[in-house]
């Protein structure tokens, strides 16, 4: 039997079933009955609450943002947790645990997320995110109380002119705040990019509902997206969009006008620094593209694929990442961002120009482990032979064909 799946986020998490499941089907027999899975093993995705986040597993790392004091805030889509890593690299769980819906108006210590994505951090110190299976975007106030402020929990794209609350919001993603304490996000599914203002009230800043790509030069709401994530906005109040399957950034001035910015083979996720420079993730490399319109990449490719991890301290022009995620700044101007095929967040000095792993452990599982003890991920291929033994491809972390 043999079992194939490729890159769509929500796909991914199925391998490990599916695994588990082909042993079952299997009988492995005396000869396999020490590497015979069982799904609690399977599950993994989180552990170092209150030690150092060097030593913590980050499983699927996906948004990073830093507040004003220097604490840095993870989301980890499939184990439904906001994570924080304090300046002295102290990592807690902020919120999440079991997927569901609850806790509004309550600690969010105690509150149910399910699959976070983008985040953004206001002014006031405010903690946002995308909760995206919960097709709703909820806040954490500065004394830990959570609330929503976008969405009903229904998957359609309604409601403007009315308060946010009250909209159907779809499926968001990407998220970011202007100066003026409006909110955006991106509605990947119904392909709109929408803005809440600091008083609640919900409104279409982009897209016409339809994928496509049309509307360059022209107004926002009239243009066609297809499937837009990582979004934020610059000084001047321009919102940059990873426009994923148009393969783009794309750009939408504050008067309303929406054009192609900067060209990305996967765009993922967009940031801007302070200096205005933007930055894109795109399969295994950051691209900037500078203000005096030069781009720079980050990270190297190969020409079929990404080209696995380098040690640490390795130069950022020859450094290699997995497919990288959101993408944040500190305020010494270091490159921080997230890198999921390799459980961590990475950090690209500003001093020295290298590459260094600033949370997650590596989760490569040593050849000889014992299955019951494994943590394994990222299956998106196997077979099971005649006798019985199990053949995965760990596309992900090892880049290994494997054999239990």
Not at 124 to 138: K, P, T
């Amino acid at each position: 039997m043999n079992i194939d799946y490729r890159n769509d986020k929500p796909m991914k998490k199925i391998g490990k079933t599916l695994l588990a499941t082909c042993l079952a089907i299997a009988g492995v027999g005396a000869a396999h009955a020490q590497t015979t899975l069982n799904f609690a093993n399977l599950a993994g995705g989180w552990t170092g609450d209150g030690g150092q986040a060097k030593a913590a597993y980050l499983q699927n790392p996906g948004d990073v943002v830093f507040d004003a004091a220097g604490n840095m805030y993870v989301s980890q889509f499939w184990t439904n947790r906001i994570r924080k890593i304090t300046p002295g690299g102290v990592i807690t769980t902020v919120v999440g645990g079991n997927a569901g819906f609850g806790g509004d108006n309550g600690p969010a210590s105690k509150a149910l997320i399910d699959r976070p994505m983008g985040l953004a951090i206001d002014a006031a110190g405010n903690l946002y995110f995308a909760d995206s299976g919960n097709r709703r975007v909820r806040r954490i106030a500065p004394n830990g109380t959570i609330t929503t402020v976008a969405g009903n929990g229904n998957f359609t794209a309604t409601g403007d002119g009315g308060q946010a609350t009250a909209a159907a919001i779809g499926e968001p993603s990407g998220l970011a705040i202007d100066k003026n304490g409006n909110l955006y996000f991106s509605d990947r599914r119904n392909n709109y990019i929408r803005k809440v203002t600091s008083a609640g009230v919900i409104s279409t800043y982009a897209g016409n509902g339809t994928a496509g790509l049309t509307g360059n030069d022209g107004p926002a709401k009239s243009a066609s997206l297809n499937g837009p994530d990582g979004i934020d906005v610059d000084a001047a109040g321009n919102l940059y969009i990873a426009d994923v399957n148009n393969k783009m950034i794309r750009r939408v001035t504050p008067t309303g006008t929406i054009s192609a910015f900067m060209n990305a083979s996967y765009p993922i996720n967009v940031a801007v620094d302070k200096a205005g420079n933007v930055y894109a993730t795109s399969d295994c490399v950051i691209i900037k593209r500078k203000t005096d319109g030069t781009i720079v990449n980050y990270g190297t490719l190969s020409p079929l694929y990404c080209v696995g991890k380098t040690p640490d301290g390795t130069l950022y022009t020859s450094a290699g990442f997995g497919y990288v995620d959101g993408i944040a700044f500190d305020a010494a101007g270091n490159i921080f961002f997230a890198d999921p095929d390799f459980a961590r967040i990475a950090k690209i000095s500003v001093v020295d120009n290298k590459v260094y792993t600033h949370a997650g452990v590596d989760p490569v599982l040593a050849n000889g482990t014992l299955a019951p003890s494994a943590k394994l991920q990222w299956i998106n291929a196997l077979s099971v032979a005649d006798d019985g033994a199990v053949m995965f491809n760990e596309y992900m972390y090892s880049h290994r064909i494997r054999k239990l």
